[in-house]
T-cell receptor, first 114, second 112 residues
């Protein structure tokens, strides 16, 4: 089954404790992206990647890091989480050569930073 | 730059009512237009799309027509069900870009 898998789905942590949210897709997609969803603000893009070893900042990259060492994986790293990073996070992917633009989303990771 | 404006929610309807969620956009060239749906506790999934002017996308009883003259892509359904309760996102993707632009989402609540 084609899917984007995120882990963990739920996480409560404390300020400053490094954490990683993993994202993996099994569709051989070149393009992957991270979004955060906050009430009243909709979806905001954090980082995206066009291919292995190629990453770029989205609209709200501060406080986040990403890496793309393999095509299927695109982890989101919070080196020193702060309460304003409490949010619902989504990973998404699409085929780079596909101009129809459909994004495939994971089920989301709800992060709470105390 | 590209932008999408959706009507603010929540939209609250009774079952079997008619639904319209407005979406207008600003973009250069000829973007593709999308509606995504997010059911409670889930990620977004594509509901329907249209890739050129006057195209009508449809799925699960929902429809939207790409209107270039009014730069709109309003979502409609003739008779909503409780199971349609979700957040709906309008989005566009400019030609040659892999990065879609999303609206802020509109929450729909359908009561029995």
């Amino acid at each position: 089954e084609a899917q984007v898998t995120q882990n963990p789905r739920y996480l409560i942590t404390v300020t400053g404790k490094k954490l990683t949210v993993t994202c993996s897709q099994n569709m051989n997609h070149e393009y992957m992206s991270w979004y955060r969803q906050d009430p009243g603000l909709g979806l905001r893009q954090i980082y995206y990647s066009m291919n292995v070893e190629v990453t770029d900042k989205g609209d709200v990259p501060e406080g986040y890091k990403v890496s793309r060492k393999e095509k299927r994986n695109f982890p989101l790293i919070l080196e020193s989480p702060s309460p304003n990073q409490t949010s619902l996070y989504f990973c998404a992917s699409t085929e780079k050569g596909q101009y129809t633009g459909e994004l495939f989303f994971g089920e989301g990771s709800r992060l709470t930073v105390l | 730059g590209d932008s999408v404006t959706q009507m603010e929610g929540p939209v609250t309807l009774s079952e079997e009512a008619f639904l319209t969620i407005n979406c207008t956009y600003t973009a250069t060239g000829y973007p593709s237009l999308f509606w995504y749906v997010q059911y409670p506790g889930e990620g977004l999934q594509l509901l329907l799309k249209a890739t050129k002017a006057d195209d009508k996308g449809s799925n699960k009883g929902f429809e939207a027509t790409y209107r270039k003259e009014t730069t709109s892509f309003h979502l409609e359904k003739g008779s909503v069900q409780v199971s349609d309760s979700a957040v709906y996102f309008c989005a566009l993707k400019g030609g040659g870009s892999y990065i879609p632009t999303f609206g802020r989402g509109t929450s729909l609540i359908v009561h029995p």
